[in-house]
């Protein structure tokens, strides 16, 4: 019989030893290939979009761009539409996002609260890379200002939009009317720039207040809006819809998402994928290109880091 130090033992305490070894091998040899990959972009990127016309019509619209990008940096890109504006933050990084098309309000909070980077937005057709906020109503409705708008209903996009909401809030301020419940009858949110259209015209709600491209896509796709529905106020112009990243996204990455971007024009592939987003070009953007929506937010009364959202 052997000793508890016999040959037999310490064969086995040998062979425990090698497969702990290997185990551990494994495991680093796992933890090494995964952060190979995220350096050198070989899992996929996450993008957002916010919801600011019919879901399935933004997806539709992004796909040749996600497969352009996907080629030009070697990495699959793929776009999610977040279900509201308010939710933006949460969502972004519970879904561990890599970035995200911004409209200007929640492209500050990705500023202020998250520390993402503006990366570049798009050129519309007519030449701007901007955007305005309208607020309308119907012609037939008899208001032409804020002193016709009282006891009547408005609708709203989301407490986190300043083109459906933070200017409309300013305006409205300025007017002299800062307690809104007393002011009218009923407030409403829709959640859509494109929903808020319909509520207005469909008679749902008497005022409401949109982004102008969303705005100008659907007069363009029914003419007959343009002869029911009136703008009665225009914001100054914010920053178009921005593409933000995460600042700890690997730098290549991040610099050739960039640079096939702001290199879509002169591409001739690039090209078609903008036709299909009726954008001439994508240009860069830096914080310094939303001043004015924390002007805006100043006259409306709005302190972002206690600001309610939600």
């Given amino acids: 019989m052997e000793t508890a130090d016999g040959p037999g033992d310490r064969g086995n305490q040998t062979d425990k030893m090698s497969g702990r070894y ?26 957002g979009l916010i919801p600011e016309e019919n879901i399935f019509n933004q997806m539709q619209r992004h796909r040749p761009l996600a497969a352009y990008l996907s080629a030009k940096i070697g990495t699959t890109l793929r776009f999610t539409v977040l279900s509201r504006y308010g939710d933006v933050m949460d969502r972004f990084v519970s879904r561990k996002m890599d970035g995200a098309f911004f409209g200007v309000f929640t492209s500050v909070m990705a500023m202020e609260m998250i520390d993402a980077e503006p990366i ?20 037939d409705s008899g208001i032409r200002d804020s002193k016709n708008m009282k006891g009547k209903r408005i609708a709203f996009v989301d407490r986190a939009t300043a083109t459906g909401y933070l200017f409309a809030l300013a305006y409205l301020r300025e007017q002299g009317i800062s307690d809104l419940k007393a002011y009218f009858s009923d407030i409403s949110f829709t959640g859509s720039h494109g929903s808020t259209i319909y509520t207005v015209l469909d008679g749902r709600a008497d005022i409401g207040t949109v982004k102008s491209k969303i705005f100008q896509i659907a007069i363009a796709k029914d003419p007959s809006i343009n002869d029911e529905l009136a703008i009665i106020a225009k914001s100054r112009e914010f920053p178009e819809n921005t593409l933000f990243l995460r600042k700890d996204l690997p730098q290549k ?17 690039g090209a078609e994928v ?18 004015p929506f924390y ?16």
């Fill in 22 to 47: 290997i185990i551990t091998g494994l495991i680093f040899l796992a933890i090494l290939l995964h952060f190979s990959s995220v350096a050198f972009g070989a899992e996929e990127i996450l993008i």
């Fill in 120 to 139: 570049a937005r798009p050129v519309n057709l007519e030449g701007s890379s901007h955007v305005q906020s309208y607020i309308f109503v119907r012609k």
């Fill in 253 to 269: 990455i991040r610099s050739q998402i960039k640079a096939a971007l702001v290199g879509m024009d002169r591409d001739p592939e």
């Fill in 274 to 291: 903008l036709k299909s987003l009726a954008a001439l070009r994508f240009i860069e953007t830096k914080k310094g290109d939303f001043q």
């Fill in 295 to 310: 002007d805006v937010a100043q006259k409306a009364g709005i302190i972002l880091r206690t600001y309610k959202y939600r």
